[in-house]
């Protein structure tokens, strides 16, 4: 299987998921105050995951794409491959073995 390699905005992302869950968290419990301009801050990190989150199928859809361009191909050369035993067999009796 070929795995891909995290991109440093991979890191970016996850570091502001764990950010966000963990302000969320101090916020419940009462840890943290913030005046109300600051408390829109996690929604801009909500944004920016869903950018994310948006950059990650894109990718996942042109991988998918190729798959099946790979899987198109290959059913071509099994045809091809058929069609060739299938002029073999024409040309060559003794090889027709059918039980």
Known sequence: ??????????????????????WLILKVVGVINTPLWLEYSPLFGAVYLAGWAMSKLDRVTDDIKEVKDEIKSSKDEILFVK??????KEKCSQFDCQR
């Open 1 to 22: 299987m070929n795995y891909k390699k995290f991109s440093a905005w991979d890191y970016i992302a996850w570091g502001i998921l764990v950010f966000i869950v963990l």
């Open 83 to 88: 069609t060739e035993v299938e002029n073999i």
